[in-house]
């Protein structure tokens, strides 16, 4: 078949990293989702958690390039380490810090109880997630944190997350998030607004793992980039990449500009520590501001045929599993048909800048934060077609994306 994507279609853009590098490994389960439409998407009851959990398991294994959890975890903390001038892996009292998507919760107000139908982190993948944390990766729950500073928890959410083996997760949302000021973010860019600064649960940590949803934008796509926007404090606790004046350089649409978001993704306590990227494609929603139903959230393209994604992705490459996620999305006809702005080329500039970090289109020299140049974030390409999802790598190509399915 010839290639049908949105984007124009191009060589793979940078280099593969991780333990196996460029891999992004897709598990897809339908068993995982039993919701009839009715009630609230996120309602517990609606998920098989023993399904959930293997799928989560068994991505990491493969993902590490093993045959089992463990190992694949500790693959990935020595790649990461390795990664950053470090040798070993995962030490008994390091700290791990997990950002989650909370932004439907709890968006417009103070409330807690997470009764809204717009997307957030899947409360029940959230638990497969810390599960396999304590008890494959053996980090004592103590020295895990999940957050988001810009939002508010569901309390039934922080409550399922913190009971039996989970007891003693921290949870650190708008309201406990701490800033710490010796570690503003600087960008690469001049452009007004306040002094943002990572919050103290961030730079605290040794790692961190990046929880996104895969779902449209009113600016056309939100992935594992986006997701740290919830990751900075500054004087509009609500709203801060709004105080930060970032959104115009996501609004315009426009290839070869600058990007807030490589920057991010190059930030060393951010991108730079971060051991997993994952994907929650549980139900998707076709934007941040859609309330989720049983019609929009339903997808047509191979494999799915009129039902949930019912899918995770995770990666160690923050270049790859954005570029896989785009895919996914501008190609499916549910998302475009209820936003079309998904499909917008502008929406893939910050994977060609990510991808071409060393030489980025805009001429924009992306730094960690602290002063060193970023040469290279990860791999950016696009699939040969919509039903076969092949990339590079699974090509037999030396560089570029390999995308493993389990079945």
């Known amino acids: 078949m010839s290639y049908d994507g949105v984007y124009p279609e191009h060589e793979p853009y940078g280099s593969g990293i991780g333990a ?16 009839d439409g009715n009630g609230y998407w996120w309602e ?16 990491i294994a493969f993902l590490g390039g093993q045959e089992a959890a463990q190992t694949g975890w500790q693959a990935m903390f020595e790649a990461n380490r390795e990664s950053r ?18 932004n439907g919760s709890g968006a417009f107000g103070d409330s807690t109880d997470g009764e809204t139908k717009m997307s957030y982190t899947n409360p029940v993948l959230l638990k497969a997630l810390l599960i396999s944390i304590v008890e494959e990766a053996g980090i004592s729950p103590a020295d895990v944190t999940v957050y988001d500073v810009s939002r508010l928890f569901p309390d039934y959410m922080v409550e399922m997350c913190t009971e039996g083996k989970l007891q003693g997760i921290n949870f650190v949302g708008r309201d406990t998030g701490e800033a710490d000021e010796n570690a503003p973010i600087r ?21 961190v ?19 740290h926007f919830g ?25 070869d500009t600058y990007s807030p978001l490589v920057d991010l993704m190059a930030n060393a306590d951010l991108g730079g520590k971060t051991v997993l990227y994952m994907l929650d494609a549980i139900i998707c929603a076709p934007s941040e501001g859609a309330s989720i139903t049983g019609d929009n959230s339903r997808w047509q393209q191979e494999p799915f045929h009129g039902d949930y994604t019912s899918s995770i992705f995770v990666s160690a490459d923050p270049v790859a599993i954005d570029s896989v996620g785009a ?31 060393g030489k980025a289109p805009s001429g924009t020299s992306y730094t960690d934060s602290n002063g060193n140049t970023a040469e290279n974030l990860g791999v950016h390409e696009h699939w040969n077609n919509s039903t076969e999802k092949q ?14 399915q389990l079945k």
């Not at 517990?44 to 991505?59: A, G, I, L, T, W």
């Not at 960008?187 to 790692?207: H, M």
């Not at 549910?334 to 917008?344: D, I, K, S, Y």
């Open 20 to 35: 196996v590098p460029g891999r992004v490994v897709w598990a897809h389960d339908s068993d995982s989702v039993e919701w």
């Open 231 to 255: 990751s900075f404090i500054n004087g509009n606790r609500m709203r801060p990449p709004e105080e930060a004046g970032l959104h115009q350089w996501l609004t315009r649409g426009e290839m």
């Open 85 to 102: 001038g470090l040798s070993g892996g995962y030490t008994n009292g390091e700290k791990v810090a997990v950002k989650v998507n909370i």
């Open 44 to 59: 517990p009851e609606h998920f098989d958690e023993s399904v959930m959990q293997k799928m989560v398991n068994d991505s």
């Open 391 to 404: 990339y590079s790598r699974n090509l037999g190509g030396e560089e570029g994306i390999e995308l493993v």
């Open 209 to 227: 793992i990046n929880l996104a949803n895969l779902k449209g934008h009113s600016y056309g796509i939100t992935l594992c980039g986006k997701n």
């Open 187 to 207: 960008w690469s860019q001049e452009f007004g607004g306040r002094i943002n600064y990572l919050p103290a649960c961030v730079t605290e940590a040794d790692y």
């Open 327 to 357: 895919d996914f999305l501008t190609n499916e006809p549910t998302v475009l048909e209820h936003n079309p702005t998904a499909g917008l080329r502008g929406t893939e500039n910050y994977l060609h800048e990510a991808g071409l970090v």
